[in-house]
């Protein structure tokens, strides 16, 4: 009996297949997917979101500027304040047609010294010569090396020789750094190019007046770069992992992978030509370059650039921002939440008892549409500039009371899920697929499986789909370790439940597993650690007994606040201060099996040790605890 085939939008579903399993292959207007299709009452395998938007194909990021700027030319890209420091800013507007034209201007001044088929790295601050700088490269120059800004002076080093880059862009608190660097005989460096200075000088290259050149090349015919072909299937942007140079791995990234993610999210976020995106997250991350600065122009969307986390509401109010991404997101919208009634995080119960009449409305718009309760909360959204229709969080684990909280208000948070290596997102809640805690479905055109599951039905999140990287670039034993075949191993231990929705448990190597063979997920007990006002911060970790090394009892070092303690609880002295963090973990214990109790605690004012992406370094903050105890 032939299969019947039913389609909704996109998605296919089969009834009269064998066992409820087959191959299909389909094409959209925009997309090609490959889709399995398995019984998700029996299997929780395969499974991805509704395509809810319509999206343009393109083959790989040249393709993307060619085919936007027929649409989007004469619309904003970029909104620029420029300020004086005794005037008022005023604001420096760029077209979609004018970055088009710049960055085939600076490639073909960029082959025109001689770095066709090189390495080219992109160092420093969000801003739009950085973005410029790095099309001009991928696009048909050569490889993209985005590096972070925040790199001490030796790891930079470092990561110049590894990747063997022969030029770097630049902002100029790098350059005397980079000229000491480019003196070394240990790498390739040769072309120093400011995205600061005006004009070339001894040994150093203006980005201006690179762009000026290019387009007097492209006057005269030269149409090297522009005439470029690129390959979309071979490595052309080298990411760097979060970590220390001496185990950061570099991930190899080509066209394909991005592009295919561009057009997956682009189906399903409602994003367009209207919006303003507000870039806040470091650039060189891939969640900002993807989500934030490729995503804004494939869209023709207009980006702004924040001044400081200490300016978002000011930023959301002064350019009427549309769209945000954000991260580390737990502690980034707790925060926000505070700074929305422009109040100290201390002073919540006044903010609480300023704004009940308005949050009294919550019961009664429980049921109502987002527009019904943004209509309900205006107060509150003309706080944030009243135009936010989209905030995506990523990289952390955003509180199911926080996200509770902002979906009922009225304010559209979705949370999303990728790593480096998959360009980024794997799966995104949307408008119309969502459920709180959860990442939300995989995005069309990619897998996901569950492998070796426990009785509860988690396991180790696996992903396949254009997405996911080529390899780790000159290390064929992580490879080796982590793509197995069409699949990438996440390291995330994950359960999907039987719509495929994917909930996120924990990163497998940081379990802590106990003497009764019981998991402890940091992750979990952490947010509920940081529920405590006056801790800023904490880091879960397993301790083993002098008396039986297999016993690991949980220990917890906490980063505390000592003006919310003293404000919210009287704690004045170190003694009262432990004897109040005491008492709350004391409580958190009692809402727990008693195998998950916290039995040490550590206090300390000083920050953990995090990546440059506010990531906490498990590893590191366990040694250096050992270290101290030792």
Known sequence: MKSEILYSESLFLCKNCPNNKFELTFQSKDISYNLWYKNIANSKEEYMSEKLYETIEITDLKDMLNKTKELYGDKPAYKIKQKD??????????????????????????????????????????????????????????????????????????????????????????????????????????????????????????????????????????????????????????????????????????????????????????????????????????????????????????????????????????????????????????????????????????????????????????????????????????????????????????????????????????????????????????????????????????????????????GELLVKGPNVALCYYNDEQATKEAFEGDWFHTGDLAKIDDEGYIFICGRKKSVIVLKNGKNIFPEEMECLVNKIEGVKESFIFGKQQSSDKNDIKINVKIVFDREILKDVYGATTDEEIRKTLAGKIKTINTQMPKYKAIRGIILTEEPLIKTTTNKIKRQANLDEINKSEN
């Open 85 to 458: 420091e005794n005037t008022q800013p005023n604001y420096k507007v760029i077209t979609h047609k004018e970055v088009r034209n710049m960055i085939d201007a600076l490639g073909t001044a960029l082959i025109d010294i001689g770095l066709k088929d090189k390495r080219i790295a992109v160092i420093g601050e969000n801003r739009y010569e950085w973005e410029i700088a790095y099309l001009s490269v991928v696009c048909g120059t050569g490889t993209v090396v985005p590096l972070d800004k925040a790199l001490p002076e030796n790891e930079l080093e470092n990561l110049i020789e590894r990747s063997e880059i022969e030029a770097i862009f630049y902002s100029s608190k790098y350059e005397e750094i980079l000229e000491k660097i480019k003196r070394s005989p240990e790498n390739k460096l040769k072309h120093l190019i400011s995205m600061d200075n005006l004009e070339n000088t001894d040994g150093i290259y203006s980005m201006q007046e690179l762009i000026k050149q290019g387009k007097e090349l492209v006057k005269q015919g030269n149409k090297e770069f522009i005439d470029a072909k690129i390959n979309a299937d071979e490595m052309s942007i080298m990411l760097f992992t979060s970590g220390t140079t001496s185990n950061s791995k570099v991930v190899a990234l080509s066209h394909k992978n991005i592009s295919s993610n561009l057009m997956a999210i682009g189906s399903v976020l409602d994003v367009n030509s209207t919006d303003t995106i507000l870039s806040i997250l470091p650039i060189h991350h891939v969640f900002e370059c993807t989500v934030g600065f490729l995503f804004s122009l494939y869209k023709g969307a207009q980006t702004v650039f924040c001044d400081g986390i200490r300016h978002v509401v000011e930023n959301l109010n002064e350019y009427k921002v549309t769209v945000m991404a954000c991260v580390p997101t737990e502690v980034f919208m707790a925060n926000f939440l505070s700074k929305i009634f422009n109040e100290d995080a201390r002073k919540i119960k006044q903010i609480e008892k300023r704004i009940q009449p308005v949050l009294d409305k919550e019961e009664e718009y429980k049921n109502s549409s987002m527009e019904e309760r943004k209509q309900a909360f205006k107060e509150i959204h003309n706080l944030i500039g009243g135009n936010i229709k989209l905030f995506i969080s990523g990289a952390a684990a955003l509180d199911s009371e926080i996200e509770a909280r902002y979906r009922l208000l009225g304010i559209n948070i979705v949370q999303g899920y990728g790593l480096t290596e998959t360009s980024p997102v794997v799966a995104v809640g949307t408008n119309k697929e969502y459920k709180t805690g959860s990442i939300g479905k995989a995005i069309p055109g990619v897998e996901v499986k569950l492998a070796n599951t426990d009785k509860d039905g988690m």
